[in-house]
C-alpha cells in the first residue's frame, strides 16, 4: 500500500520535474527570441548605414570632399556634387518649419487651453489625421491644384509687390512657375503641422495644473500663462517636437518630387525650381546607367541619413528629458 | 488708477489678438485638411467605376483601370505585414517584459524612435543594395522586405507602450498560480493588450499602403499583370506617381481616382484603430 503510493508520488514528481523542464526550455527560447528581435531593430540601423556607406564608396573616393562643395551635376561627363539638393534640402525644409511652427504651436494653445471639451477630441483627430495622409496624395494635390493656384495668383502678386526693393526682389524673382522651393516648402510646412501640433499639445499636457492655476490665481491672462508659464515649463519638449518635424520635413521625398521642378542649380529665387536630396534620388535612381552614377546618389543618400539621424537623435534627446522630469 | 486701468486693458487686447490668432491656426489646419479632401473627392469620383477594379493598367492615351496595381499594393503589403509583424511584436515584448530595465532596451528603444521616422527613400536604397543589386534584378520580394522594415518600428512602439500599461498584478497573478513567464505574457499580457497591438498593427498597415518611395527602385512597377514575386510589380502609389507625372488625361484621371483609393483606404483604418484604442480609454 506505502509502496504503491510511493511510487504515485514519485512518478508524479518525475512529471512534474520535467513539467518544469519543458516550462523552463519554452520559457528560455521564447525570451531568446523576443532578444534576437530587438537586437535585429539594433542591426537594421546598422545594416543601413553600412550598405549606404558601402554603396557610397566609389563617388566618395572620386570625389572625395568636393562632392559637398560641387554645385555641377552632369551625368553625361560624370562629374556630380551633392551642393544644389543639400541647399534645397535645407532651404525648403527651414521654410517649412518657420511656417509650420507658429501655426502648430498656435493650434496647440487652441486645443489646451480655448476649445469647448466636446470638440476637443474632434479636432485633434482631424489635425492628426493630416498626418495619415501618404506623402503621395499631398504630392499630386500640390501638382494639380495647389501649385497653378500659386502661379495664377499669388506669384505674379509677390513679384508685382517686391520689384524694385533690393534683396526681396531677388528672392522673390520670376517669372512664376508655380512649382518650386517655395512650393515644396508649402507643401512641407502642411505635412509636418501635425506632428508639431500633436507632440506640442502632448507636453502642453504635461504642465502640472497647480502651475497654470497658481498664474490664473494672480490674474494672469490666458496669454501670460501660457507665454510665462506653459512655454518655459515645455521648452525642451517643444523643441524635440520641432527637431522630429524638422526631421520628417528633410527626409521627404514624393510630395517634394512632383512640386520642386528638379532643376540641379541653385537659385536666389525661391519662385525658382530647385532640387532636393530625396528628389534627386526618386527621381534619378532608377534611370541612372553607371557605376559612378548610381553610387553618387547613393552618396547623397548617405548624406541625408546622417542629417536625418543627428537631428531625430537630438529630438528624442529632448523629448527623453521631458519625459524623465513628468516621470519623476 | 488710470495707468493701472490701461494696462488691464492692454493686457486683455494682447490676450485676444493672441488667442484670435491661435483660433486663427486652427482654422487653417482644419481648411487644409478639407481643401485636400475636397480637391481629392471631386478630382477622383469622377473617375471611379467598375473598370478601375476589373481592368489592367493601360498604355498611353487608352482607356484602363488600376486592377494589376491594386493587387500589387495588397500582396506587398501582406507580406509586408506578415513578415514585419511578429519581430515587431516580439521585439516589443523584449522591451517590455523580459528586458523591462536593461540597458538593451534602452537603446533599442532610442535607435527604434529614429527608424520610426527615419526617410522611408533611405530604407528604399537599404534593400536596393541589399537584394536588388545581388540578385541583379528588382522584385516583389525586395518591395515587400522594404515595406516590413517600415513595418517594425511601428508594432515595436505600439506593442511596447500597450504591454507597459498592463498592470502588474496582473502578471503577478499568473505567476502566483505557478504559470512561467511565457505564459504568463500569452495568455495575460497579450490578452489585456491585444487592442492595442491590433491598433499598432492597423497604424501600420496605414503606413506603408500609401509608401512610394521604398517601392521605386525596389518593386518598381509593372504595366502587366504579374503575380510572380520574382519580378518587377506594380503598386498602386508607384502607379500614381507615374501616371500623375504623364501629359496623358486618362492617366492623370485614374492618378486622382487611385489617390482617393488610398486616401480612403488610410484614412479608414486610422480611424478604426483610433476607435479600437478609444474604446480602451473610456474602459
Keep these: 500500500m506505502t509502496a504503491v503510493s510511493e511510487a504515485a508520488t514519485s512518478s508524479a514528481m518525475r512529471t512534474r520535474e520535467a513539467t518544469v523542464r519543458r516550462f523552463a526550455l519554452t520559457d528560455m527560447v521564447f525570451r531568446t527570441a523576443t532578444r534576437l528581435s530587438a537586437i535585429l531593430v539594433l542591426v537594421l540601423l546598422g545594416g543601413v548605414a553600412i550598405s549606404l556607406i558601402a554603396g557610397s564608396w566609389e563617388a566618395l573616393s572620386k570625389f572625395g570632399f568636393s562632392f559637398l562643395t560641387t554645385e555641377s551635376w552632369n551625368p553625361v561627363t560624370e562629374n556630380f556634387g551633392a551642393l544644389a539638393p543639400i541647399y534645397g534640402t535645407i532651404v525648403t525644409s527651414a521654410i517649412a518649419i518657420l511656417i509650420a511652427v507658429p501655426i502648430g504651436i498656435g493650434i496647440a494653445i487652441f486645443l489646451t487651453e480655448l476649445c469647448p471639451r466636446p470638440l476637443r477630441r474632434p479636432i485633434g483627430i482631424a489635425v492628426e489625421l493630416l498626418a495619415g495622409i501618404p506623402s503621395i496624395i499631398y504630392g499630386i494635390w500640390g501638382l494639380f491644384v495647389f501649385a497653378p493656384f500659386l502661379q495664377t495668383t499669388v506669384q505674379p502678386f509677390i513679384i508685382s509687390l517686391f520689384h524694385g526693393i533690393p534683396g526681396l526682389s531677388s528672392l522673390f524673382a520670376g517669372p512664376p512657375y508655380g512649382i518650386g522651393l517655395l512650393t515644396s516648402s508649402l507643401i512641407l510646412a502642411i505635412m509636418v503641422l501635425p506632428f508639431i501640433t500633436s507632440i506640442t499639445k502632448d507636453v502642453f499636457d504635461t504642465v502640472p495644473a497647480v502651475l497654470k492655476e497658481s498664474a490664473y490665481g494672480i490674474g494672469c491672462t490666458t496669454w501670460e500663462v501660457t507665454r510665462r508659464v506653459t512655454i518655459p515649463y515645455t521648452r525642451v519638449g517643444i523643441m524635440g517636437g520641432v527637431m522630429l518635424g524638422l526631421g520628417r520635413a528633410l527626409g521627404e521625398t514624393m510630395a517634394v518630387t512632383f512640386v520642386i521642378g528638379n532643376a540641379h542649380r541653385i537659385s536666389a529665387s525661391l519662385f525658382a525650381p530647385g532640387t532636393t536630396i530625396s528628389a534627386t534620388i526618386a527621381n534619378e535612381f532608377t534611370e541612372a546607367d553607371g557605376n559612378l552614377y548610381t553610387s553618387s546618389l547613393v552618396s547623397l543618400g548617405l548624406i541625408l541619413f546622417i542629417i536625418t539621424f543627428i537631428i531625430l537623435a537630438l529630438a528624442r534627446y529632448m523629448l527623453l528629458r521631458i519625459d524623465s522630469r513628468t516621470g519623476a | ?283
Excluded at chain 2, 498604355?59 to 491594386?70: E, K, M, R, V, Y
Excluded at chain 2, 499594393?73 to 519581430?87: F, N, Q
Excluded at chain 2, 509593372?222 to 504623364?246: C, G, K, R
Design chain 2, 1 to 283: 488708477m488710470s495707468t493701472a486701468q490701461s494696462l488691464h486693458q492692454s493686457r486683455k487686447r494682447k490676450n485676444a489678438v493672441m488667442m484670435t490668432l491661435c483660433v486663427t491656426a486652427a482654422g487653417i489646419g482644419l481648411a487644409w485638411l478639407a481643401l485636400i479632401l475636397g480637391a481629392l473627392l471631386y478630382k477622383g469620383l469622377s473617375g471611379v467605376s467598375p473598370a478601375v477594379f476589373t481592368e489592367m493598367t493601360p498604355p498611353p492615351g487608352d482607356a484602363g483601370g488600376l486592377l494589376n496595381a491594386i493587387y500589387g499594393s495588397i500582396i506587398m503589403t501582406i507580406i509586408g505585414i506578415v513578415v514585419g509583424t511578429p519581430i515587431g511584436v516580439l521585439a516589443g515584448t523584449y522591451m517590455a517584459e523580459y528586458g523591462r530595465f536593461s540597458r538593451l532596451t534602452t537603446i533599442v528603444r532610442f535607435i527604434n524612435d529614429i527608424l520610426l521616422s527615419a526617410p522611408s527613400i533611405i530604407i528604399g536604397l537599404f534593400v536596393y543594395e541589399l537584394l536588388v543589386r545581388p540578385m541583379g534584378h528588382f522584385s516583389a520580394i525586395a518591395g515587400a522586405v522594404a515595406l516590413s522594415i517600415l513595418v517594425i518600428p511601428v508594432v515595436v512602439r505600439t506593442t511596447e507602450d500597450m504591454l507597459n500599461l498592463v498592470p502588474n498584478a496582473l502578471r503577478e497573478a499568473g505567476t502566483a498560480i505557478g504559470a512561467p513567464r511565457w505564459v504568463v505574457i500569452r495568455s495575460v499580457a497579450y490578452r489585456a493588450a491585444l487592442s492595442g497591438i491590433v491598433t499598432g498593427i492597423l497604424l501600420a498597415i496605414a503606413r506603408i499602403s500609401g509608401e512610394t518611395a521604398p517601392l521605386l527602385f525596389t518593386a518598381l512597377n509593372n504595366q502587366f499583370w504579374s503575380s510572380n514575386l520574382n519580378a518587377p510589380m506594380a503598386s498602386l502609389p508607384v502607379t500614381i506617381f507615374q501616371f500623375a507625372l504623364s501629359p496623358y488625361e486618362e492617366w492623370q484621371q485614374l492618378a486622382w481616382t487611385g489617390a482617393l483609393i488610398i486616401t480612403l483606404t488610410v484614412l479608414g483604418l486610422s480611424i478604426i484603430a483610433r476607435s479600437l484604442t478609444g474604446r480602451r480609454e473610456d474602459r
